[in-house]
């Protein structure tokens, strides 16, 4: 412990965060850390916990689908300090915005998986008798009766 911060090595972040350690110089060389990367005696990388939370933040942007330059301009932006609020709720938000669309697209095509689930469950069941070949044709009838909630026959 230096200063009452523990110091972690790459290896110690890459298993805390589940990025490899090539991923972990990736972000680095990609400006996606709020804070400069330190080296210790024989020059290795050493991370803070604060690294690791901030990584933690990126990732989770990064999976629900924030673009790399966004995420670079939102950590220049926490890089940068006080005064800049309104610029990063603006980032936030779009990306909100992005995220509860893409989780109503999700949910419609969870719709039809769980609809086309329903059918074979009620061919194994034997409901009506309905074959596998029975289930197409079911299909066909019901394909011009219904749509699936992207708007595409189903």
Not at 31 to 46: A, S, T
Not at 84 to 112: G, P, S, Y
Request: aromatic share 4%; net charge negative; hydrophobic share 35%.
């Amino acid at each position: 412990m230096a200063g009452n911060k523990e110091i972690l090595s790459i290896g110690q972040v890459a298993e805390r965060t589940g990025l490899s350690v090539h991923a972990l110089r990736f972000y680095e060389q990609e400006g996606l850390l709020v804070n400069p990367v330190p080296r210790g005696p024989g020059g290795r990388r050493v991370y803070s916990e604060q690294d690791v939370d901030w990584l933690n933040l990126c990732i989770i942007l990064r999976a629900s689908g924030m673009p790399l330059p966004e995420i670079r301009r939102y950590t220049e932006l926490a890089r940068q300090g006080a005064g800049n609020e309104q610029e990063r709720i603006e980032l936030l938000r779009r990306h909100q915005d992005q995220v509860a669309d893409q989780m109503k697209q999700l949910e419609q095509c969870l719709d039809l998986i769980n609809f086309k689930v329903r059918v074979y469950e009620d061919i194994l069941d034997g409901a009506g008798g309905h074959s596998c070949d029975a289930a197409v044709q079911l299909g066909n009838e019901e394909r011009r009766q219904t749509t699936d909630p992207l708007g595409t026959t189903i």
